[in-house]
């Protein structure tokens, strides 16, 4: 995949949809990552978008804003 090729997103993934793991780490304030092929086979819409983009692997870390989460970055 070349740097600025565009990815396929889909629909937006609601964070109560989410990986149990994945939820479990962004409320711990923990960083998610590891191989992605066949992590979330609860979760195929977001196993979709790393399997179709050729994603192998991924770091996520919570992003917290006056002690709420805000977000992640991944």
Known sequence: M???APIYV??????EQMPADFRAAMLERR?????????WP???ELQELYDRNG?????TVPLY???ALWGHMG
């Open 2 to 4: 070349e740097l600025g």
């Open 31 to 39: 960083w998610l990552g590891g191989p992605t092929a066949g992590r």
């Open 55 to 59: 994603i192998q692997s991924t770091l």
């Open 42 to 44: 609860d979760c195929p």
């Open 65 to 67: 804003v006056d002690g």
């Open 10 to 15: 889909g629909r937006q993934i609601e964070f």
